[in-house]
């Protein structure tokens, strides 16, 4: 869905459509948290924060003051067509009906697990998790390189002439690499570990030493790489600081599952089979013939 900013109420439209599944505010507000007025009922800043946690990242491009906008015009032409499918008897027609049962389910869901399980992991879950996760764990080698890349064998070769008289590889790097994302840095590609790059390219990088450069071109899909290696080490493991959210998401992930394996044991659940598929008239066997 298409976000991108525009006048008037068509720029809304895509807004609202999507709004339309979120719970009508039924909070009290004070003054100053009321952002409009549709018939005398407020639309509250709460609300709004809602609409924005929805949309958020799709909305990331827009400026603060025109996002907030287009967030608080999309909840009024919300209101304004929820009163008509008030007026209307909208509130009576089981489509209605099924469809706020469905938002409440998900709604009573999502507010428990907020409270119920993300809001209990505690910092002693989260270490003991990190803790658990890296015992026992055998760092993978890792290679920190740089690369000139080239077009055809002549020019690589042309290369290899220029390093082996002298040249320096990261000047070279920088004049005549094809590879945009490293030739500014004197084609550095930082770390990297098995698995990352493309075999040809992996299998010379990592027979180098540090302060090594490959004595041949190698060529890949890419075209002819001439590789320098300058270090090799044991990739570092991450403090708990650096992966602390991925880290509480497996947390409170494994503590839902927890949580709803022990419900389903004590609900009583109860999985029909499929409606089976109408008869096809004409896959119906001919009515044999009477005997004589």
């Known amino acids: 869905m298409n976000f991108a900013p525009a006048a008037g109420a068509r720029g809304r439209l895509g807004l609202l459509a999507a709004l339309i599944a979120l ?20 639309i509250t800043a709460s609300e709004l924060q809602m609409a924005s946690d929805v949309f958020g990242d799709q909305l990331a491009q827009i400026p603060e003051a025109q996002r907030r906008a287009m967030l608080v015009n999309a909840l009024v032409d919300m209101h304004v067509m929820a009163d008509a499918a008030l007026a209307a008897g909208t509130a009576d027609n089981p489509k209605y009906k099924a469809r706020m049962a469905f938002l409440e389910a998900q709604a009573l869901r ?17 270490k003991a998790r990190y803790e658990k996760d890296t015992a026992g764990y055998v760092a993978p ?31 070279i790097a920088k004049e005549k690499s094809e590879d945009p994302g490293s030739k500014q840095t004197g084609g550095d590609l930082g770390f990297f570990t098995k698995g990352q790059m493309v075999p040809e390219f992996e299998a010379e ?12 071109a190698i060529k890949t899909q890419f075209g002819y790489h001439i590789i320098k290696v300058e270090e ?14 991925q ?9 839902y599952q927890e949580i709803l394996a022990k419900m389903r044991e004590t609900a009583k659940v109860e999985i029909l089979p499929p409606p089976a598929a109408p008869a096809d008239p004409a896959a119906a066997p001919a009515t044999p013939a009477p005997a004589k």
């Not at 070769?157 to 008289?165: E, F, G, S, T």
């Not at 090799?232 to 959210?245: C, F, K, N």
């Not at 880290?247 to 503590?255: A, F, H, L, S």
């Open 247 to 255: 880290v509480t998401q497996v947390v409170q992930r494994d503590k």
């Open 23 to 42: 719970p009508l505010s039924v909070l009290p507000a004070s003054a100053e948290d009321v952002v409009a007025r549709v018939n005398g009922k407020d």
């Open 141 to 171: 080698e890792e290679v920190h390189a740089r690369h000139i890349l080239v077009k055809t064998e002549d020019e690589a070769n042309a290369v290899l002439k220029q390093l082996a008289d002298g040249g320096d590889f990261q000047a």
């Open 110 to 126: 999502n507010t428990y697990v907020e409270d119920e399980v993300q809001a209990k992991v505690t910092e002693d879950d989260i």
């Open 232 to 245: 090799r080490r044991a990739q570092p493991m991450p403090s708990l600081d650096q992966v602390r959210e």
């Open 205 to 216: 990088a990592f027979s180098l030493k540090p302060g090594e450069t490959s004595t041949k």
